[in-house]
């Protein structure tokens, strides 16, 4: 097979701006976690339905997006892959609407470190573990 650190293989690495290009969020009861995702962060998701799926968008102009979906496939999990979500200037406004939502906080706003900032972990009300990350 080759070894992987051999120069030929070795080439400058791309730029990325960032490295998430795209995040689902698994929902089993659609509306409740559209509801619960508009409530805490107080926007409004376009919904699109097809026979199989439900997907409901986060109204992000710039960088990365992502959605809830509901289908075959998409099932809820506090074990996976953890994203962090922008929780604004000062993340306790979103924070602050998680439980009221219907989640529940696991991990209370905590210091990174000054340069770094701050981030919280929560369980949404379908029972994903996320967190959520803001500079103050």
Avoid: C
Wanted: proline letters at 4%; zero cysteines.
């Amino acid at each position: 097979m080759g070894d992987v650190k051999s120069k030929k293989m070795m080439k400058k690495p791309e730029e990325r701006k960032d490295f998430v290009s795209w995040f689902e969020i698994p929902a089993t009861d659609f509306r409740q976690a559209v509801d619960f995702y508009q409530h805490i962060f107080g926007i409004t998701m376009q919904e699109n339905r097809t026979d199989t799926n439900a997907m409901a968008f986060f109204p992000a102009k710039n960088g990365v997006g992502g959605a809830v979906i509901a289908g075959p496939g998409s099932v809820p999990s506090d074990a996976g892959p953890l994203i962090y979500l922008n929780g604004g200037k000062n993340l306790n406004e979103v924070l602050g609407r998680v439980e009221e939502a219907g989640g529940r906080i696991i991990m209370q706003k905590t210091l990174i470190s000054e340069e770094s900032g701050y981030f919280a972990i929560f369980l949404d009300s379908q029972g994903n573990k996320l967190a959520l990350y803001s500079a103050n």
